[in-house]
């Protein structure tokens, strides 16, 4: 148990932001950021200070979708669709988020795809689904890659925001350090896990920045803003 967690979770429900499902249990899940991130929107809204997109509770994965599981990867993707979740898309991945930053979840539950991956798993990516966690932005349908066209539904900046969010959400639940193996896109997985895939390319290209160019560069990018939110 960590004594000051569990005092600002006590701080916490002193000050009207109760945690129902665990209490002050010491345990720095999805809830705890949950009443953190409220107690920040009043205080901002007190002080006249518009809240920052990390601070968005679209952003933050709630506690029953992060059921206990030994996880090690978090592979990030684009469903190559429309800017809403599909069936399809639910079935194929644990968390979606659609255009406006909004999370959706998946089928198939997070421990599905512990180690050895279990029947109904999420199948996400090619040969790496054990121990991994698929996260999917709904974008990028009609896209092309050379020359760059991100086609009717190009990637949002909400949507990356939010994903860096659910990133650190992740990592944090699931104690997942922060590196070019265990925090990837899939355009990486490839190159840095050296497993072939069929030819996927997201990410390597960010329509809302087109400044960042190549798979490494975004994934630097997604590391870099994630660990910043840890």
Not at 23 to 46: F, H, Q, S
Not at 187 to 200: F, P
Request: glycine share 10%; charged share 20%; aromatic share 6%.
């Amino acid at each position: 148990m960590t004594p000051t967690v569990q005092s600002l979770q006590w701080r916490l429900i002193a000050l009207g932001f109760p945690l129902p499902e665990f209490g002050a249990d010491g345990d720095p899940g999805g809830e705890t950021i949950a009443a953190v991130n409220a107690a920040l929107d009043e205080i901002e809204k007190l002080r006249g200070w518009p809240s920052p997109p990390q601070a968005s509770s679209a952003a933050i994965v709630p506690a029953d979708w992060m059921p206990d599981a030994k996880m090690g990867r978090i592979v990030c993707h684009w469903t190559a669709g429309a800017h809403k979740a599909s069936e399809f898309d639910r079935g194929h991945y644990h968390i979606l988020i659609e255009d406006e930053g909004k999370l959706v979840r998946g089928i198939p539950s997070i421990a599905l795809n512990e180690a050895p991956a279990k029947r109904g798993y999420a199948a996400h990516t090619l040969g790496a689904n054990s121990g991994s966690i698929g996260v999917s932005l709904c974008c990028m349908g009609g896209s092309n890659e050379a020359p760059f066209d991100p086609g009717k539904y190009p990637m949002t900046r909400e949507q990356w925001d939010a994903l860096t969010s659910v990133v650190a959400n992740l990592c944090r639940r699931y104690s997942i350090p922060v590196t070019d193996k265990t925090v990837l896109s899939h355009a990486e997985v490839q190159n840095n896990l050296g497993i072939q895939q069929r030819g996927k390319w997201d990410f390597t290209r960010l329509a809302f920045d087109p400044s960042v160019k190549g798979a490494k560069a975004c994934g630097d990018k997604l590391r870099a803003e994630a660990k910043a939110k840890l």
